[in-house]
């Protein structure tokens, strides 16, 4: 009797603006003839991170690999999208070696996995590993807790403290079922300010977790994949902020998607998105725009007040330069106010 050999998956999950599409990129880098598929969730309904990693230029990393689930995130739509898009993979005539799942920042990890308990996903393939990218300045700013202080003292003297701040307890839920998690862009903080972070981040976590600094989401495919976690029968050790069975809804959250005029530079177009990004709510902005007498696609993305752009490949001959920007904030954000920042 012959025993399948079942496909091991990897989920990328980490908050908005963590890094986790430029890690999968590296990853992808160094495939070294790997046969890897890409499965990539939005929230929104205008598609960045499928599109951002099809255009890297990578050897294997072409629309083929690339899996999108746009509209929607993946832990709440698992019986109507996720699973039907992994069936789609695991039924080609060369089925991928390793799928690498990037969810949506907004998504809770835990009820993926449990998906993976399903007896027809269960029998042929595996949890290889959670593994939660983390925004080390966006930690060190308190960006996730109102008072970080008060609720490192809180946790202290109750592990089940509820949580007011709807994204601290995403970003807990996060790191509460990770078997590997990537304190990403160390760079830019000080000694001091990273073994903060690292400790803040180490006293989240429920069990024993290893914890890997880097810088632009730069690490060595080898560190992440090969875990052999099988997390899939393993998930009383992964505790969550949101009982089995228990809905997670985003009415916490909405998106919009604007389009942008071209730009007379790409400074001018991200001094834009920084003011966009002032309004309050804001948490993150995404996209693509057109610069006037560029051959090349400008992508901009932003995180709070930190903005970053650079040319990711040349516009196709047919293509449109329509540019546009995702916008993900907390409900009720000023849209308007955004809309003309962008403006200029």
Same mark, same amino acid.
């Given at each position: 009797?012959?025993?399948?050999?079942?496909?091991?998956?990897?989920?990328?999950?980490?908050?908005?603006?963590?890094?986790?599409?430029?890690?999968?990129?590296?990853?992808?880098?160094?495939?070294?003839?790997?046969?890897?598929?890409?499965?990539?969730?939005?929230? =929104?309904?205008?598609?960045?991170?499928?599109?951002?990693?099809?255009?890297?230029?990578?050897?294997?990393?072409?629309?083929?690999?690339?899996?999108?689930?746009?509209?929607?995130?993946?832990?709440?739509?698992?019986?109507?999208?996720?699973?039907?898009?992994?069936?789609?993979?695991?039924?080609?005539?060369?089925?991928?070696?390793?799928?690498?799942?990037?969810?949506?920042?907004?998504?809770?990890?835990?009820?993926?996995?449990?998906?993976?308990?399903?007896?027809?996903?269960?029998?042929?393939?595996?949890?290889?590993?959670?593994?939660?990218?983390?925004?080390?300045?966006?930690?060190?700013?308190?960006?996730?807790?109102?008072?970080?202080?008060?609720?490192?003292?809180?946790?202290?003297?109750?592990?089940?403290?509820?949580?007011?701040?709807?994204?601290?307890?995403?970003?807990?839920?996060?790191?509460?079922?990770?078997?590997?998690?990537?304190?990403?862009?160390?760079?830019?903080?000080?000694?001091?300010?990273?073994?903060?972070?690292?400790?803040?981040?180490?006293?989240?976590?429920?069990?024993?977790?290893?914890?890997?600094?880097?810088?632009?989401?730069?690490?060595?495919?080898?560190?992440?994949?090969?875990?052999?976690?099988?997390?899939?029968?393993?998930?009383?050790?992964?505790?969550?902020?949101?009982?089995?069975?228990?809905?997670?809804?985003?009415?916490?959250?909405?998106?919009?998607?604007?389009?942008?005029?071209?730009?007379?530079?790409?400074?001018?177009?991200?001094?834009?998105?920084?003011?966009?990004?002032?309004?309050?709510?804001?948490?993150?902005?995404?996209?693509?725009?057109?610069?006037?007498?560029?051959?090349?696609?400008?992508?901009?993305?932003?995180?709070?007040?930190?903005?970053?752009?650079?040319?990711?490949?040349?516009?196709?001959?047919?293509?449109?330069?329509? =540019?546009?920007?995702?916008?993900?904030?907390?409900?009720?954000?000023?849209?308007?106010?955004?809309?003309?920042?962008?403006?200029?």
């Amino acid at each position: 009797m012959s025993i399948v050999q079942k496909i091991p998956c990897t989920i990328v999950t980490g908050f908005l603006g963590a890094g986790k599409t430029t890690l999968v990129r590296h990853v992808m880098e160094r495939a070294e003839g790997r046969r890897l598929a890409i499965l990539v969730n939005e929230f =929104g309904d205008v598609g960045f991170d499928g599109s951002f990693l099809a255009a890297c230029g990578i050897a294997g990393c072409g629309e083929d690999q690339i899996v999108e689930l746009p509209n929607g995130c993946i832990c709440c739509t698992v019986a109507d999208d996720f699973v039907p898009a992994l069936n789609q993979l695991l039924e080609r005539a060369e089925p991928p070696e390793h799928i690498l799942i990037e969810t949506s920042g907004l998504a809770l990890p835990k009820p993926l996995v449990q998906a993976f308990q399903w007896p027809a996903i269960r029998s042929r393939v595996t949890v290889d590993g959670v593994v939660a990218v983390v925004d080390g300045p966006g930690v060190a700013s308190g960006a996730f807790a109102e008072d970080p202080a008060a609720l490192a003292a809180q946790r202290e003297s109750d592990r089940s403290v509820d949580h007011d701040n709807p994204l601290e307890e995403v970003f807990e839920d996060q790191l509460l079922c990770a078997d590997l998690v990537v304190l990403n862009k160390a760079d830019l903080l000080d000694g001091g300010t990273l073994a903060r972070v690292r400790a803040e981040i180490e006293r989240q976590l429920p069990r024993a977790v290893k914890v890997v600094e880097t810088a632009h989401g730069a690490i060595d495919p080898r560190v992440l994949l090969g875990l052999g976690a099988a997390a899939e029968d393993d998930l009383d050790a992964r505790p969550s902020h949101h009982g089995e069975g228990e809905d997670h809804d985003h009415d916490d959250f909405e998106t919009v998607a604007l389009a942008i005029r071209p730009a007379v530079t790409a400074g001018d177009l991200a001094a834009r998105v920084e003011r966009a990004a002032e309004t309050p709510g804001v948490l993150r902005i995404k996209g693509f725009a057109e610069i006037e007498g560029k051959p090349m696609r400008l992508v901009v993305q932003g995180v709070g007040r930190r903005i970053a752009h650079h040319f990711d490949r040349p516009w196709k001959p047919a293509e449109p330069r329509d =540019g546009r920007l995702v916008v993900i904030g907390l409900r009720g954000f000023d849209q308007g106010a955004v809309a003309a920042a962008l403006a200029g």
